[in-house]
């Protein structure tokens, strides 16, 4: 376990990644995981757009667990708005059906949905993986969960690295993204200690199911 700078986490992910490339037809994916705010989005994508530049603009995607979240009316309806971001708050069903198709279905383009931090909410349908496509980087903070339903999509994903960032850097991240979205400074602080963080906490103990943890300096 090193404690790379955010290039480097690049630079040790794709390293991880590239032995596992083997010319093999099936399909590759790769998970990203850790707590709110570790940086799993930044280098799924980083992730995907460098392999894409050495293989083909098809050649890999990232795909985000969050185009899972269940929709706002539907928390509501639930009660758990309060709670959104926990492991209930998904559709782990969905989410692993779709790994599925990613595993086994190579003659069609398969979609899957991302998430709009704007509104907060989910768009379907919205990234295409093409029949071509040999690496899909899903990136999501319950990838290692091994309660519920959770359990059963860490057998899904040929690669999981876990990715570590210092408590501070990431709050204060959590803080900025709760503020982007309106609230107001005592609702953000609330929302990111309360909920947030006790999410972290959980992810925290899923660490040592990665094949490689990586930690962010910054």
């Known amino acids: 376990m090193g404690t790379p ?11 991880a990644v590239r032995p596992l490339l ?18 799993k989005s930044t280098l799924s994508l980083a992730l ?10 098809r050649a890999a995607v990232a ?5 899972f979240h269940l929709s ?10 309060h709670r959104k971001g926990a492991p209930e708050t998904f ?10 198709r990613l595993r086994d279905e190579h003659d069609a383009i398969v979609y899957a949905p991302s998430f709009n931090r704007t509104i907060n909410e989910s768009i379907g349908s919205d990234i295409p993986i093409f029949p071509e496509t040999g690496l899909v980087v899903v990136e999501g903070n ?34 900025r993204r709760q503020r982007a979205r309106g609230l107001a400074d005592t609702e953000a602080q609330d929302w990111v200690h309360r909920s947030d963080e006790a999410n972290a906490r959980l992810i925290e103990k899923t660490r ?7 930690t962010r300096r910054n």
């Open 22 to 39: 083997t010319g093999d037809p099936r399909r590759l994916l790769v998970g990203l995981a850790g707590p709110p705010a570790a940086g």
């Open 91 to 100: 559709d782990v069903g969905g989410f692993a059906g779709l790994l599925r």
């Open 72 to 81: 706002n009316m539907e928390l509501a309806r639930l009660g758990l708005s």
């Open 5 to 15: 700078s955010r290039p480097e986490l690049l630079t040790a992910a794709s390293a």
């Open 48 to 57: 995907a757009a460098a392999f894409r530049a050495e293989r083909g603009e």
């Open 208 to 214: 040592d199911h990665a094949d490689l943890i990586l």
């Open 63 to 67: 795909v985000p667990m969050d185009g």
């Open 142 to 175: 319950y990838l290692l969960l091994t309660t519920g339903a959770w359990a059963g999509v860490r057998p899904l994903l040929d690669l999981v690295i876990y990715i570590e960032t210092p408590d501070p850097v990431r709050v204060s991240s959590l803080l």
